[in-house]
Structure formats: C-alpha cells, structure tokens
C-alpha cells in the first residue's frame, strides 16, 4: 500500500517570502503522479501542480514549483513570493498510474501568509 | 466546466440516525469517490464506484455504505450514524481510461453526530 506523509502540520511565514513544503511518500510502484492540492477556507480542492513519476524534469506552475527526488521518494513544494491568497491547507497526495484515479493523501500542512 | 455538487454544506444529525450525503455530478464521468477528511489525517478513501451499480471499499468502509443508481449521482450512508463520524466528507468525480484523468471536487459536508 502507498503512503504519503507531510511532517509539517503547520507553518507560518511573511507575505513576499519562499516557503517550502515537505512531502515524502512510499511505494513500490515505478508509474505514479504526485500531486500538490491547494485547500483554501471555501473548501474547494484546487490542483496546484502535478508531477509524473517518469519525468525527470520538476514541474513548475508561475510561483509554484517541485522539488521531485524519485529515489529518495521525496516532493516538496516551493511557493515564490507568497500571497496572502496562498494562505490554506496543502495537501500532497499520490496517484497510481495503473487502475482507477483513487488518490492517497498527506495529513495536509496549514500555511498561513502573514501581512 | 465540470461541476460537483454536493447537497449539503452543514448536517447536523443525531446517534443512531440513518444519513444520506448526497454528491451529484455533470459531465458523466464514470468514477466518482467519498473522501472524509479530519485534522491531522488528510483525506482518507471510504468508497469508490467506476459504473452505476459497481463499487469499492476503500481505505476506511467500515461504518458506511454507498448507492450508485445513476451515472450522475453518488450518495454515501451512515446506516446508524455515530459520534466517530463527525467530520467532513468530500466528494470527487473522474472520467475513466488510462493514464492521468483530473479529479473534480465538490465543497465538502461538514457532518456534526451529536
């Protein structure tokens, strides 16, 4: 079975600043996605950044970026020049590449952009 | 642009009760999924259904069931609901097929069993 695991349950940093977000997972599977999910006070899942296994290259999206270690069987997420928008839970999650579309999910990590 | 619905942003129901959450799509994907989520665990899977009539257990079934009568429409129940389940559901929707297919979801049910 695949876990997923964030270490970070909440931080805290000032608005213009870089964060980073940590996210190690556990598979046996060579195939797979990883996913960063964005869950702001409205509940909306929204998909911030996907990232597939068989590509070398780290996934960027404007501000939002990924740091892929496929061996290491690390993802984290780096947010450039945070927004008070950016402030609600991230979620990592991993999805199998084979089968039906059924995510495995982080414990989230609470981030709040201060002014 | 795909659209999840589910019926009720708050419930409030009592031990013992029978709960039905409601979770409607629109764009005719085959799968469609139950998540609850609570502080400190993320999402979980509780069911997930590929066809009408046609289910999955997920990670955490116990305690819940699920009904697929139409393509469109994914309800999940709490046969006699408990205290342990106050949390809050979230419902997804995907088409079928190989490779990546985006999940949609809906804006979640905050469940309260008191």
């Known amino acids: 079975a695949q876990t997923v695991t964030q270490s970070q349950p909440e931080m805290s940093v000032q608005e213009a600043e870089t964060v980073t977000l940590s996210c190690t997972y556990d598979?046996?599977?060579?195939?797979?996605?990883l996913f960063w999910y964005k869950q702001p006070p409205s509940r909306q899942m929204i998909l911030v950044i996907r990232q597939e296994a068989y590509k070398q290259q780290n996934a960027t999206e404007n501000r939002f970026s990924v740091n892929f270690q496929k061996a290491a069987k690390s993802f984290s997420l780096k947010i450039s020049d945070s927004q008070l928008g950016d402030t609600a839970m991230y979620f990592c999650a991993f999805m199998k590449d084979q089968g039906a579309q059924k995510l495995v999910f982080g414990q989230g990590t609470r981030l709040t952009i201060n002014p | 642009d795909v659209k999840v619905t589910q019926s009720s942003r708050y419930l409030v129901k009592r031990t013992g009760e029978k709960v039905f959450l409601e979770c409607v799509q629109d764009m005719d994907h085959e799968n469609m999924f139950w998540y609850r989520q609570d502080p400190g665990l993320g999402l979980r899977l509780i069911y997930f259904s590929y066809d009408v009539k046609m289910k999955e257990k997920g990670d955490i079934p116990e305690g819940y069931s699920v009904s697929r009568e139409k393509k469109e429409r994914f309800s999940l129940i709490l046969e006699s609901a408990s205290t342990n389940q106050t949390s809050m559901y979230l419902c997804?929707?995907?088409?079928?097929?190989?490779?990546?297919?985006?999940?949609?979801f809906g804006n979640g049910t905050r469940l309260t069993v008191t």
């Open positions: 997804a929707s995907s088409l079928a097929g190989r490779g990546y297919r985006p999940l949609h």
């Open positions: 598979t046996s599977e060579n195939n797979y996605y």
